[in-house]
């Protein structure tokens, strides 16, 4: 009995370690998720102020589309593909979700594949779906390790699209939806084509004076399409490693309601053992209580 007791108070001890452990990782989550969501917020004025740049660059330009983000090089057809995921598990279906979405997208679509996969899991289903990555990004850890992993994504695509002529270059992650932990999405990003130019160019400006561009105006323009490139990647990299958090956070909010079964089943389990062992006790007492009053008359 002390044996089966002892080994009871061990899985208690156990399981509110890990309760402990869970309750943290769900605070840490939590934490995450705000920081990332408040960098998506911060970054729109800046994308929207980015984008009536493009516009009164494109109004200048109209009938003459710029060629923008098409390759030079002699190969065709190149299709590129940036893939966000995750490092950590503990994630549930994150990525299995974003990487089923991608396979399906780019199974579709003609010419020379090549993918880049953020973080280790994503790379891991991708390579065995037989969409193995070129090349691998380790997932920022904070909201400051994003810059590094953009700039570094930036020198990757630009690579890709010099090579290939007609170039296309694809975004696929997760982004934090409303009644739902999240859901997988998927944006073009080159070439900037006319349609996109026009669009950029039919944008109101918020003033009645209309802006126009000083000096070097392919300098600006060229300034400004990085920038664009840089919040687009950026927005996407934040919604995903929000999302990513949010899935951990559910699934450590039903972990946690798992622990709080199992520690409700042991603590019971416990003291019925406990109980027997009290009731055994007392029964030994009362019978040789009364042995010992036998005896006497």
Known sequence: MSDSTASLRRKIGSA?????????????????????????RALRDYYRTVELGL????????GNPVA??????TDAGGIGAIVFGSDQGLVGQFNDVVADHAISALSTLPGTLQI????????????????????LFAVPNSVQGITSLVGRILVESEAHYRRFEGSELYLFYNRPAAGAVYESVNRQLLPLDATWQRDLADIPWPTPNLAEVMGDRAATLGALIREYLFASLFTAC?????????SRLAAMQRAEKNIDDLLEELGGAFHRLRQSGIDEELFDVVSGFEALTLEEK
């Not at 370690?17 to 408040?38: F, H, P």
């Not at 923008?68 to 090089?73: N, P, R």
């Not at 953020?118 to 070129?134: I, M, N, S």
């Open 116 to 135: 880049w996969a953020v973080g280790e899991r994503v790379h891991a289903r991708l390579e065995d779906a037989g969409f193995p990555p070129d090349g």
């Open 16 to 40: 509110e370690d890990l309760q402990s452990v869970v309750r943290t990782m769900k605070a840490l989550a939590a934490s995450s998720i705000g920081q990332y969501e408040q960098s998506v």
């Open 68 to 73: 923008v983000g098409e390759g030079v090089g």
């Open 55 to 62: 516009g009164a660059c494109f109004r200048e330009n109209m």
């Open 238 to 246: 934040a919604e995903s490693l929000a999302s990513e958090n949010a």
